[in-house]
Structures are given as C-alpha cells and as structure tokens.
C-alpha cells in the first residue's frame, strides 16, 4: 500500500514562507506525476502544481511564488511557497499517480493558515 506523508504546514504571516514536504514510502520513479492540491473552506480541491520527470506546471495563482521540486535519493517532492497571501490559506494534499495502473494516491493533508 502506497502512503503519501504530508509535513511542514502551519501559521505564516502575510508575505512569509513555507515549505511542504510529501514523502512517499514507494520509489518515486513509480509515480508518472507528482502534485500538490489544496482546498479552502466551502471551496472544491485545486491543482496548485504538478511536476513529472521532464517538466513543472502551476496554477496561474501561485506562479511566480511557488516552486514544486524532488529529491529522488530521498522519494520526497516539496512545495516551497514564498510570498505568501491570505488567499493561500487551505489543506494542502499531495497526490501521486501511478505509472502502471493510473492509480491515484493522495496524502493527509496539512493545513497552511496566512494571517496577521
């Protein structure tokens, strides 16, 4: 059973900056993408970044601010977000595809607060 294991969120002032980690007990290399979503209070879940072998993509929102990476040795992805905004506040879920089935694995969660 794959995990996906979300840390790094917290309470963060306006224009602060946070990093999450996503670390997945299976050989990153067994995932096609790579994503960070997040999800607001009444508001549906939204890709925020999405990062493959070859290439990044992020939502018009975050770009600029945001930067999605991973550490193969360590199966780990990141999210590093500067810049932050009130409006950046939510639950932040990793997701994972898989290669071979397609399936989709997502984390826990981790709730990022931007306030003064």
């Known amino acids: 059973q794959v995990q996906l294991v979300e840390s790094g969120g917290g309470l963060v002032q306006p224009g602060g900056s946070l990093r999450l980690s996503c670390a997945t007990s299976a050989n990153i290399f067994s995932f096609s993408t790579l994503a960070w979503y997040r999800q607001a209070p009444g508001q549906q879940r939204e890709l925020v970044a999405i990062i493959s072998t070859s290439s990044t993509n992020y939502a018009d929102s975050v770009k600029g601010r945001f930067t999605i990476f991973r550490d193969n040795a360590k199966n780990t992805m990141y999210l590093q977000m500067n810049s932050l905004k009130p409006e950046d506040t939510a639950v932040y879920y990793c997701?994972?595809?898989?290669?071979?089935?397609?399936?989709?694995?997502w984390g826990q969660g981790t709730q990022v607060t931007v306030s003064s």
């Open positions: 997701n994972a595809v898989g290669t071979l089935y397609r399936i989709n694995y």
